[in-house]
């Protein structure tokens, strides 16, 4: 089953607007990631919070993790119409051995930006 | 660097045929991985591997075998391809931190 739960599941936005996904997930975790994939492609890793960490920046892009709440919220500000892809959040679990190489992603959040 | 490269990019098949998907990666990576995504969800983990000769089964992996006898390599077979394993094919190589994606492979079971 999935790890993660992503809300909301389709946000539609203009450009010049910030935008907001939030990501659930359910065991404990080495670190939480956010990944970009454009339709039809490969995904892109875009920043990395682990789980001693409580916010991370990356250019416009803005993580938040509150492990008492497992959850995490990806803010992405002042958006453009290149940002238009889909989102996903993928936890490194501490749960069943080793770590690496293994991320339980969310079913994902689709972003729409408008110009 | 080439990254993770994956062959090939779309394949039919019909109902119990058997296949190869490539994957290679010239990172040096120890890590590599095997995921499924069907529409409108996220990733699902087939098999991973910790480094050359260790795999270990992940989320999905009935009806997938895989092996790693070098560091850069990690195919993954379909012993009887069934309608149910039509999908969209994404392998990742890593570091003990973010993974690295290769283009996918678009496979139709019919």
């Known amino acids: 089953s999935q790890q993660g739960e992503e809300d909301p599941q389709a946000l539609s936005i203009q450009e010049g607007e910030n935008a907001t996904m939030n990501c659930s997930y359910k065991?404990?975790?080495?670190?939480l990631q956010w990944y970009r994939q454009n339709s039809g492609r490969g995904l892109v890793h875009l920043i990395l919070?682990?789980?001693?960490?409580r916010e991370k920046h990356s250019g416009r892009l803005r993580v938040t993790l509150d492990t008492s709440k497992k959850s995490s919220s990806l803010l992405i500000t002042a958006s453009r119409a290149a940002d238009t892809a889909s989102y996903f959040c993928a936890t490194s679990s501490r749960v069943g051995g080793t770590s690496y190489g293994k991320l339980t992603f969310g079913q994902g959040t689709i972003l729409t930006v408008h110009p | 660097n080439a990254g993770v490269t994956q062959t090939p990019k779309f394949q039919v098949l019909k109902t119990g045929q058997s296949m190869t998907l490539q994957c290679a990666q010239d990172m040096n990576h120890e890590y590599m991985s095997w995921y499924r995504q069907d529409p409108g969800m996220g990733l699902r983990l087939i098999h991973y591997?910790?480094?050359?000769?260790?795999?270990d089964q992940g989320e999905v992996p009935n009806g997938y075998n895989v092996s790693r006898s070098t560091t850069e390599d990690f195919p993954l077979r379909l012993l009887s391809a069934a309608p149910s394993q039509t999908s969209v094919y994404f392998c990742a190589s890593s570091t003990r931190s973010e993974q690295y994606f290769g283009p996918g492979t678009r496979l139709t079971v019919t």
């Open positions: 919070i682990r789980s001693n960490e």
């Open positions: 065991t404990s975790i080495n670190n």
């Open positions: 591997s910790v480094g050359a000769g260790i795999t």
